[in-house]
Nanobody
């Protein structure tokens, strides 16, 4: 069993920054990939970014490319999402997710955290 726990959400003004963290526990993750999704009211759950834990390849949605950076610390089993130049349209609940094997932008991940709220005011 894998447990994921997010933290770091909050309220920030447009143009500001936040860093989300996701701590993974329960098993080894060398062949896993991890991702961030977000879910805003009235919208579908949306892929944000993903990273392979082995090798560190990263993937981003077009809407966040150049503003958000995904990273990892394998020793701490922690994934991060540095979010800069935030916009009101980034407001959502952000979830981390994990799965074995290849990265996908669809929400077909096996494990999910409980989510953390990010609110960007204009």
């Amino acid at each position: 069993q894998v447990r994921l726990e997010e933290s770091g959400g909050g309220l920030v003004q447009a143009g500001g920054s936040l860093r989300l963290s996701c701590v993974a526990s329960g098993r080894t993750f060398s062949n896993y990939c991890m991702a961030w999704f977000r879910h805003a009211p009235g919208k579908e759950r949306e892929f944000v970014a993903a990273i392979r834990l082995s090798g560190g390849s990263t993937y981003y949605a077009d809407s966040v490319e150049g503003r958000f950076t995904i990273s990892k610390d394998n020793v701490k089993n922690t994934m991060y999402l540095q979010m800069n130049n935030l916009r009101p349209e980034d407001t959502a609940v952000y979830y981390c997710a994990a799965k074995a094997g290849l990265v996908t932008a669809t929400p077909k991940y096996d494990y999910w955290g409980q989510g953390t709220q990010v609110t960007v005011s204009s």
